[in-house]
């Protein structure tokens, strides 16, 4: 009988996630399994859970068949991009897993190490933790000159465990308790989707639930908003989170937006708004640095300001904003991880 050749493993990252998967592999087959941990840029001489830690280049062409990589990252749009990176490698797709969701589902309620103390609670996860994480672009000065709702650097913004931000878990209240995208039969297209929504949306049966993005791999559709290949009136409910500021014809979106949603149908919106400002936008063509320093990051082309309800009903809509401080109680706001003044908008056509 010919030997089988077992091939060794590799962890694609070096955060909670892959901790989590390197102590799972040890507890359930020996510590000796994992080869090596790898990351998109690894420092010299780098080494995380005691093994060394190398970049995709530093992997060596001829023994790359001999290996199987975990990509081992909560983020389902990451992950994809690291899958996209080695396929280009020359790995193929049988060598590489995506285990996000295998983490969520069945490591993760074993291996909490000591995260577990009751003091805050993901919505996303259903896990209780010691404390959500920092998050949030910390190098663009707007930031630091005015307040903007759902932006800038948060000292208590992630899950450890599930990564879930601040805003996603809000969204994910907003949506359990505002809407019936759990409890119904309905069409749902999500642009850019979180991961922790798409795992909540999912679990509806009876929700024929489209995602879409920009850019392939992302998402089950590549969808441009401003161009949809979906029919009229198709429908019930589209989600698009912080997606709004990146868009340059804005009016055109709407008009897509418009079309595709049914008469009843929900536009379900979020996106960082500046309390102080008015809604500023690119009117000429600006540098990345320029969009940085007026809307807090290179890819942005607009920053909501307070009247951002206004802005969005002249494009048709009949805007309905939920906030946290609004219906529920400080210790719940904390507990839960919400920004207090967040805004979740829920848009009707006129």
């Known amino acids: 009988m010919r030997e089988m050749t077992l091939k060794k493993i590799v962890i694609f990252g070096t955060g909670s996630c892959g901790k989590k998967i390197y102590d799972f592999l040890s507890h359930v087959t020996g510590e000796k399994t994992v080869a090596f941990f790898c990351r998109t840029n690894a420092a010299e001489h780098e080494r995380f859970c005691g093994l060394r830690v190398i970049?995709?280049?530093?992997?060596?062409?001829?023994?790359?068949?001999?290996?199987?990589?975990?990509?081992?990252?909560?983020?389902?749009?990451?992950?994809?991009?690291?899958?996209?990176?080695?396929?280009?490698?020359?790995?193929?797709?049988?060598?590489?897993?995506?285990?996000?969701?295998?983490?969520?589902?069945?490591?993760?309620?074993?291996?909490?190490?000591?995260?577990?103390?009751?003091?805050?609670?993901?919505?996303?996860?259903?896990?209780?933790?010691?404390?959500?994480?920092?998050?949030?672009?910390?190098?663009?000065?707007?930031?630091?000159?005015?307040?903007?709702?759902?932006?800038?650097?948060?000292?208590?913004?992630?899950?450890?465990?599930?990564?879930?931000?601040?805003?996603?878990?809000?969204?994910?209240?907003?949506?359990?308790?505002?809407?019936?995208?759990?409890?119904?039969?309905?069409?749902?297209?999500?642009?850019?989707?979180?991961?922790?929504?798409?795992?909540?949306?999912?679990?509806?049966?009876?929700?024929?639930?489209?995602?879409?993005?920009?850019?392939?791999?992302?998402?089950?559709?590549?969808?441009?908003?401003?161009?949809?290949?979906?029919?009229?009136?198709?429908?019930?409910?589209?989600?698009?989170?912080?997606?709004?500021?990146?868009?340059?014809?804005?009016?055109?979106?709407?008009?897509?937006?418009?079309?595709?949603?049914?008469k009843e149908g929900k536009l379900i919106l979020s996106f960082p708004i500046c309390t102080e400002l008015r809604t500023s936008e690119e009117s000429i063509p600006l540098s990345e640095e320029e969009r940085l320093k007026r809307f807090g990051q290179k890819d942005h082309v607009r920053l909501f300001g307070y009247d951002y309800k206004e802005y969005i009903e002249k494009f048709g809509f009949l805007v309905n904003t939920i906030s946290p401080r609004d219906i529920l109680d400080s210790d719940v706001i904390h507990r839960n991880g919400f920004l207090e003044d967040d805004v979740i908008l829920i848009c009707s056509k006129r």
Not at 76 to 104: C, H, P, V, W, Y
Not at 204 to 224: F, K, V, W
């Open 55 to 262: 970049s995709p280049h530093e992997i060596e062409a001829d023994k790359r068949a001999d290996l199987i990589v975990m990509i081992a990252v909560y983020d389902r749009k990451t992950a994809k991009e690291i899958k996209r990176m080695l396929l280009g490698m020359d790995f193929t797709a049988q060598q590489l897993m995506e285990i996000n969701s295998f983490l969520l589902d069945n490591v993760i309620a074993d291996f909490q190490e000591d995260t577990a103390d009751g003091s805050y609670y993901c919505l996303c996860c259903k896990n209780r933790i010691r404390k959500f994480l920092p998050a949030g672009e910390r190098h663009s000065g707007i930031f630091e000159r005015f307040h903007i709702i759902g932006g800038g650097y948060r000292e208590e913004s992630a899950c450890p465990v599930c990564g879930a931000l601040d805003r996603t878990r809000w969204q994910q209240y907003v949506l359990e308790h505002f809407t019936e995208i759990l409890h119904k039969r309905c069409n749902v297209l999500h642009i850019a989707p979180e991961d922790a929504l798409y795992r909540f949306i999912s679990s509806n049966r009876e929700c024929d639930y489209y995602t879409g993005d920009i850019e392939i791999g992302r998402a089950q559709h590549l969808c441009d908003l401003t161009e949809l290949q979906f029919k009229d009136d198709f429908f019930d409910y589209m989600i698009a989170n912080h997606v709004l500021e990146h868009i340059k014809r804005i009016d055109l979106a709407f008009d897509e937006i418009r079309r595709v949603l049914k």
